[in-house]
């Protein structure tokens, strides 16, 4: 099993940056990919960044302003973060993170990212 913790979203005006935070614990070495979606109200979810190894997988409306990264810490939790730049308001949404292992798919509890004047 693998519980995943975000943090870092809110309200913010456009050409704002906010920093995603995601903590995985649990049995994270079985983990290998993690990653962001995000889903608007009416829309249905979708992949924002993934990273797997040294793979990363970007939609093509992020490109250029957000960044994923992640990083496995000594404490038995393994991070992973969404560097968001320049945001707009077709951004907002509820942002989960995910994390995949072999016949299991992991969601954390969503954080609303808000992008407005």
């Known amino acids: 099993q693998v519980q995943l913790v975000e943090s870092g979203g809110g309200l913010v005006q456009p050409g704002g940056s906010l920093r995603l935070s995601c903590a995985a614990s649990?049995?994270?070495?079985?983990?290998?990919?993690m990653g962001w979606y995000r889903q608007a109200p009416g829309k249905q979810r979708e992949l924002v960044a993934s990273i797997s190894g040294g793979t990363i997988n970007s939609a093509d409306s992020v490109k250029g302003r957000f960044t994923i990264s992640n990083i496995s810490r000594d404490n038995g939790k393994k991070m992973v973060y969404l560097q968001m730049n320049r945001l707009k308001p077709e951004d907002t949404a509820v942002y989960y993170c995910?994390?995949?292992?072999?016949?299991?798919?992991?969601w954390g509890q969503g954080t609303q990212v808000t992008v407005s004047s």
């Open positions: 649990g049995s994270i070495f079985s983990i290998y990919a």
């Open positions: 995910n994390a995949k292992e072999l016949g299991a798919d992991y």
